[in-house]
């Protein structure tokens, strides 16, 4: 009988630490939850389930308050979406061609998940894994951290990565990207995917929001939607947004509206530049953003089709905006694009500032 206890609890301790141990490589076992920030009039809601953005609260030029960003009543909505509504995507966000780069003299397959290229780091990138809370104070910030093993997706070397979004003032949104790979080279592009509708979440199409992007030139793309790696001017085509216009103004113009990247003007990694103002006449809302990187996407929500989000709305096409501050998609395969590419001793520093106001 004592040998057989003992037997049992050898079982047991075993038992214990493949658990553990498969908690530890996968992170997998980190808990679900979601953390409030708030500040003023201004309140956010966030998941450590792709650190993403579940909700902004602001209020209109009346003092009304509304949630600007499209996404789900439930955080298990979140696990099933395809949309990739609010969350951080990593490890390389955007599109890389045929989901292959080659780094020093390695070729590196990655997982497809758009045709035969990757998107947005594949079907189990940055935005598909449970993150860890390192820290949170309700009316300051929260930190998300997550360490990105050696080959996750194709990828190579460990990284360890976090998004910090702290109020800075009583308007104004921060976050901070930053990523560190621990023994080799490799990519990192990391991106905010939230999808944005100053006129409230529920309020229809973005059409008549006005942008103003500070990009005068974007990067082309194929029917695969990759880059063709050529800079092309705006000037007097529909992707010209240096002076503000309607969203919706030339949508005839296009195959289906926007997305494709910018290159921004005058980018420099040291500091924030703007990349563009966004306002809603309704409600008098209005959305600066800056960055430290060099592109953004501009995507309106061309392909969302019919999905039922938050109270029961049914978010069609072009349902909401999204300006993500990025890197040259396929960066890894275009050499006269700016390198993603970042060594062991380095950091990756991305840095986006959103300005709220309503007049």
Not at 278 to 303: A, C, D, H, I
Request: with cysteine; charged share 20%; aromatic share 12%.
């Amino acid at each position: 009988m004592a040998k057989l206890s003992l037997v049992f609890c050898y079982f047991i301790v075993v038992v214990l630490f493949l658990t553990n141990n498969k908690c530890q490589a996968t992170e997998s076992c980190e808990a679900v939850g979601v953390y409030k920030l708030k500040r003023g009039d201004l309140s956010l809601k966030f998941t450590n389930y792709g650190a993403t953005m579940l909700s902004a609260v602001i209020p209109d030029k009346n003092g009304k308050l509304a949630d600007i960003v499209l996404g789900f009543d439930s955080v298990k909505d979140y696990k099933t979406d395809n949309t990739y509504f609010g969350a951080i995507v990593g490890r390389v966000a955007n599109r890389i061609s045929r989901a292959q780069f080659t780094l020093n003299g390695t070729r590196y397959q990655l997982i497809n998940n758009d045709g035969d290229n990757m998107l947005h780091g594949g079907p189990r990138g940055f935005s598909e894994v449970i993150w860890k809370v390192k820290s949170h104070e309700v009316n300051s910030h929260i930190t998300f951290t997550y360490n990105s093993l050696e080959g996750e997706q194709g990828f190579p070397g460990d990284l360890a990565v976090s998004v910090t979004y702290m109020f800075v003032g009583e308007n104004n949104l921060v976050v901070k990207m930053k990523a560190k790979p621990l023994e080799k080279a490799t990519p990192v592009n990391l991106a905010l995917h939230t999808y944005w509708n100053l006129g409230g979440h529920s309020s229809g199409d973005i059409f008549s929001h006005k942008l103003q992007l500070f990009g005068s030139n974007v990067t082309p793309v194929d029917d695969r939607l990759i880059p063709t790696g050529k800079i092309t001017p705006v000037t007097g085509t529909p992707y010209d947004f240096l002076q503000p216009r309607e969203i919706g103004s030339k949508f005839k113009e296009l195959p289906d509206g926007y997305d494709i990247n910018y290159v921004l003007d005058n980018p420099n990694p040291e500091h924030l530049k703007k990349v563009a103002v966004v306002s809603e006449s309704v409600s008098g809302r209005k959305m600066e953003l800056w960055t430290n990187k060099p592109g953004v996407q501009f995507y309106t929500s061309n392909m969302l089709g019919k999905v039922k989000g938050k109270d029961g709305f049914v978010y069609s096409n072009y349902a909401g905006f999204c300006l993500e501050t990025q890197g040259f998609p396929d960066s890894v395969n275009n050499p006269n694009f700016p390198s993603q590419v970042v060594n062991p001793g380095e950091t990756y520093n991305h840095v986006m500032v959103y300005r709220f106001t309503a007049d």
